[in-house]
């Protein structure tokens, strides 16, 4: 079922296939996380297909499409081979990220400012083909304008920074005032990266923000209270901070 809320909750289901390509074959299936996703409230699926795939797979993204009825947002670098693949695939949104090999996970947001001219000619034939365009970006002004000049339709404020300060004061205050820069422009605003149980109700309670990703802390969760009861335990965190 699909969850009523002015808050959306998407469901990174990377690590699930981080698990499975650990052993080889096909156990778990992240599709199979997706479904259960669903069931248990996510609004959508979020997955990142990396150029070297280690972890989410081509065939996976194809299966995501078909076979799970929620939107499904593809994480992708600004890269030839992934906007054909985007192409292809129709999902209902691209979010560019900056990609690099060594890293573990995406560090930091994408330097739309610094390619603006590169970055609005790639979006031009998702955006013909009818796919929105999302952009993940540190919540810094000059990036949210950028974005807005270039013709994307969301931002996804990082929100890693936040995540790992044991005083998060100043790090909230900045991703409040991008929320309403962001929204003031015209950019639907999203949030995500290293949100947890702990952490995840100040950023939930910023009435700009209309969506959450959340992957990594979901799927660890899950190891000791199932997939399904980590999504409406943070369904519940995420909606009690917007009462």
Do not use: W
């Amino acid at each position: 079922m699909q969850h009523r809320s002015s808050l959306r909750l998407g469901v990174n289901i990377d690590h699930v296939a981080t698990l499975r390509n650990a052993r080889g074959g096909t156990h778990p299936d992240p599709v199979a996380a997706a479904q259960l996703a669903r069931e248990a409230g996510a609004d959508g699926i979020t997955a990142h297909l990396r150029e070297d795939r280690r972890h989410i797979r081509d065939a996976d993204m194809v299966r995501l499409r078909a076979e799970v009825a929620l939107p499904l947002n593809f994480e992708m670098a600004a890269t030839a081979e992934m906007q054909a693949i985007a192409l292809d695939i129709r999902p209902n949104a691209c979010c560019l990220v900056p990609e690099k090999r060594e890293e573990r996970t995406t560090e930091g947001g994408l330097d739309v400012a610094g390619q603006e001219a590169a970055l609005a000619a790639y979006i031009a034939p998702l955006r013909a083909a009818g796919i929105r365009i999302s952009l993940f970006i540190d919540p810094e002004l000059h990036q949210l304008e950028a974005s807005a000049r270039i013709g994307a339709d969301i931002v996804e404020l990082h929100t890693g920074t936040y995540a790992v300060l044991s005083d998060r004061d100043a790090a909230l205050a900045q991703l409040q005032q991008a929320a309403v820069q962001g929204a003031a422009l015209g950019l639907e605003i999203h949030a995500g990266h290293g949100l947890t149980f702990e952490n995840v109700a100040p950023i939930a309670a910023i009435e700009q923000v209309v969506e959450l990703n959340i992957g990594h802390f979901l799927i660890g969760e899950a190891v000791s209270m199932g997939l399904a009861e980590a999504i409406r335990t943070m369904r519940g965190h995420m909606d009690g901070a917007r009462t």
